[in-house]
């Protein structure tokens, strides 16, 4: 297949935020994930050294936290401070020891080196506790909240840029959902006390790709927005965690862009183009295993509605299909960049995260090697790149045929070299790809991630999905052999 790239024409800028990452207080995220002070990889915070290492590797630019669903009950002043008690989780219906809040948050992301992004309760909360959170995160002494902060031990703020007012007020299954109506009038009164507090932070607010809930968001409260919030989640697995296998993915991957074009004609037609940018905060190819808590009947026992959370730590289902569909949607999000300025992978770690977590180390699973290689080897700058890909016939989850691009391209500028992100979704095939260049390139190098199959994967003690980076070689326009269900990353020099 024949690519045509023209690195003159510039489509826009990539926001390094793309490449962010989420974790909600579920299951082994947080307590036995990033924080286990039990751990022999814990350092003094308690924080695990080798999750810390490899968030770094893959230069993580942005933590979204606490929820997800899980702060649509929360109280943040239950986990600040010396006289902490264990509080219950109405959302997951565990108890929390509240060892882990915003002050060990914060203390996180300084050693991941990135922004905090604070999401907060719009279900059982007020504006009001929304407020009095910026307080203690930004104000630099004034009012009880900025002295308590000082009092545990912080005299500078926090200086928390990134906030959002509720999760998924939408949904049936969110503590405190609302109506459209509702939602409107609530995000208002919230968006102006939190400006109120800090006029610099940057809002969001919870939305998805329905006409009915953002106009009348964006109606009562778009002057007070930064952002809109969107979720994705394709592969439904709540309820049973049958997991969709290869093909089903593929046709998963024909509608990464579905939600964002939605929401992004609507921003278009309000006027709102460059003032409000899409953050894409929460999206995983899967959804997370957690049967009987989002609707009746409500799980009794903890065999009915805890233990098979455990389920979710199997790394079996976490594959070549994900790195090929993960490098999919993040294709669509550069693509986007001038509206998707920030997106977050649906968790960082366990559940279905891109790293697992065992009591003698970690596992990269497949989707982190794509973070991998997209963060350090793609450029900021996407170019002009015109194909027309061959298309391919897949069973769909629900066993409907559908069709789909066998592959999936972008091409990025980094400094004075080319950088392609080139997917080849065929299962049995390699395929070849044809680059034209009004310069011809003095060399390439590529680098592939893939596995023996399409369901290989990574496994404590195994690791069978894991880039193999090539060497510089001479360019001489005899095309590129992208193996068959393969991520490629293909840099160009021109000197
Ligand atoms: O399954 C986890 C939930 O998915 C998150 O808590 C919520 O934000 C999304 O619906």
């Known amino acids: 297949m024949k690519v045509k790239i023209t690195p003159e024409r510039e489509i826009g800028k990539r926001d390094p935020m793309i490449y962010g990452h989420f974790l909600e207080h579920f299951h082994r995220q947080i307590y036995g994930g ?8 814990a350092d003094e915070e308690g924080f695990r050294e080798d999750v810390l290492d490899a968030l770094k590797r893959i230069r993580v630019p942005v933590i979204r936290w606490p929820g997800g669903c899980f702060v649509s009950a929360y109280h943040w002043k239950d986990a600040v401070g010396s006289r902490r008690q264990p509080f219950f989780d109405k959302a997951w219906r565990v108890e929390d020891p509240a060892k882990f809040g915003t ?11 990135c922004e905090p992004y604070f999401c907060t309760n719009a279900g059982t909360g007020t504006p009001e506790e929304m407020s009095d959170w910026v307080e203690y995160c930004n104000l630099e002494k004034e009012g009880k909240y900025a002295r308590w902060r000082i009092a545990n031990g912080f005299p500078r703020p926090h200086k928390v840029k990134y906030w959002s007012i509720g999760n998924e007020n939408y949904g049936s299954w969110e503590i405190g959902a609302k109506s459209a109506e509702e939602w409107g009038r609530f995000a208002l009164e919230s968006a102006k006390m939190i400006k109120h507090v800090d006029p610099s932070v940057e809002l969001s607010a919870a939305a998805l790709p329905d006409l009915d809930w953002n106009l009348n968001l964006l109606r009562h409260c778009g002057e007070f927005l930064d952002w809109i919030s969107i979720h994705g989640y394709w592969d439904g697995l709540v309820e049973e965690n049958r997991w969709a296998d290869y093909e089903g993915v593929m046709a998963f991957t024909s509608h990464t862009a579905d939600s964002i074009e939605k929401v992004e004609g609507l921003l278009k037609a309000m006027g709102l183009e460059g003032k409000i ?3 894409f905060d929460e999206w995983n190819l899967r959804s997370w295993h957690h049967p009987n808590t989002f609707g009746l009947p409500m799980g009794v026992t903890p065999k009915e509605y805890l233990y098979p959370r455990d389920e979710n730590d ?3 289902t976490y594959n070549v299909a994900d790195a090929v569909f993960g490098a999919c949607f993040l294709n669509t999000c550069l693509r986007h960049c001038n509206f998707v300025k920030m997106a977050n992978f649906a968790p960082a770690v366990n559940t279905r995260g891109c790293i697992y977590t065992h009591k003698d180390g970690i596992v990269l699973r497949p989707t982190y090697y794509v973070f991998d290689l997209y963060v350090n080897d793609l450029g900021d700058t996407v170019v002009d790149c015109w194909y027309e890909s061959p ?11 559908e069709e789909t691009d066998v592959l999936d391209v972008v091409a990025t500028k980094k400094q004075d070299r080319i950088v392609l992100a080139a997917v080849n979704k065929d299962p049995e095939k390699a395929r070849t790809l044809q680059p034209e260049f009004e310069r011809k390139p003095k060399a390439y190098r590529i680098h592939v991630l893939t596995g023996d199959t399409v369901d290989s994967y990574n496994e404590i003690g195994k690791e069978a999905v894991r880039p193999a980076r090539g060497d510089w070689q001479e360019w001489k326009e005899d095309g590129l052999l992208l193996p068959k269900h393969s991520v490629n990353v293909i840099e160009f020099r021109f000197s």
């Open 34 to 41: 990033i924080y286990d002070p039990e751990s022999p990889f």
């Open 103 to 113: 002050d060990e948050f914060i203390r996180f992301c300084r050693k991941v080196g």
């Open 277 to 279: 940018k899409i953050a």
């Open 314 to 316: 199997r790394n079996e």
């Open 391 to 401: 298309r391919m016939q897949v069973k769909n989850k629900e066993g409907r045929m």
